[in-house]
C-alpha cells in the first residue's frame, strides 16, 4: 500500500508535464511577414499592392495579395474604364476561380487573393499607360525577370522572403 501513495504523485506530475508540453506546441503559432509597395504612374494611377504569407518553418504556407489600383480623378467619372480594368485582370486571373474577389469602388478597384494549395502569385506585374484613354498592361510571363513570382510551399525563411521583396521595392514589417 504504501508503494501505491508513492506512485501516485510522480504518476500526476508527470501527467501534468505532458499536458503543458502539449499545449505549448498546439500554441504555437505560424508567423505572418507582410509586405506593401505602393507605385504611382505617369497617369496618375496609384497601385498598392501587400502581401500577407504566412510563414510555417522554411517554407510558405499561405498568401494572401491585395491590390488597390486608384484612379486620378479625371477618370473617375467614367465607370467604363473601371470595368475594362476588372475584365483584363479576371482574364489574367481567371485560373484562380473562387480564390480572387474584386471591388469595385468610384475611384477604385480592389483585387483580394487568397490561396493555400500551390497556386502560382505574379506580383508587381501591373502598368498602367496613357495613350489614347487609360489602358492597362499586365505582365503575366511567370519567366520573366520583371515580375514577382510566389507560390505556397516555396521554400523561404522570414528573413530570405522579406529581403527578396526589400530587393524588389517592397517595405516589409
Known amino acids: 500500500m504504501a508503494t501505491r501513495k508513492s506512485m ?3 504518476i500526476i506530475f508527470t501527467f501534468i508535464m505532458i499536458v503543458v508540453i502539449v499545449y505549448l506546441f498546439s500554441s504555437i503559432k505560424q508567423t505572418q511577414v507582410t509586405c506593401e509597395k505602393v507605385t504611382v504612374f505617369d497617369s496618375d494611377v496609384r497601385l498598392t499592392e501587400e502581401v500577407v504569407a504566412d510563414m510555417d518553418g522554411k517554407k ?3 498568401l494572401t495579395v491585395t491590390k488597390v489600383i486608384v484612379l486620378p480623378d479625371k477618370y473617375t467619372g ?3 474604364i473601371l470595368y475594362e480594368i476588372h475584365d483584363n485582370l ?3 486571373l481567371e485560373y484562380l476561380g473562387d480564390h480572387v474577389k474584386y471591388t469595385i469602388g468610384e475611384d477604385r478597384i480592389i483585387v483580394r487573393i487568397t490561396v493555400n494549395k500551390n ?4 506580383l508587381d506585374n501591373i502598368s498602367f499607360i496613357e495613350h489614347n484613354g487609360l489602358k492597362i498592361k499586365i505582365n503575366s ?3 520573366s525577370s ?3 513570382a510566389l507560390s505556397v510551399g516555396d521554400s ?3 528573413g530570405e522572403l522579406m529581403i527578396r521583396l526589400k530587393n524588389d521595392g517592397y517595405k516589409c514589417k
Open 8 to 10: 501516485t504523485l510522480p
Open 60 to 62: 510558405i504556407e499561405g
Open 78 to 80: 467614367d465607370q467604363s
Open 90 to 92: 479576371n482574364r489574367t
Open 119 to 122: 497556386e502560382l502569385i505574379l
Open 141 to 143: 510571363n511567370t519567366k
Open 146 to 148: 520583371d515580375v514577382i
Open 156 to 158: 523561404y525563411t522570414e
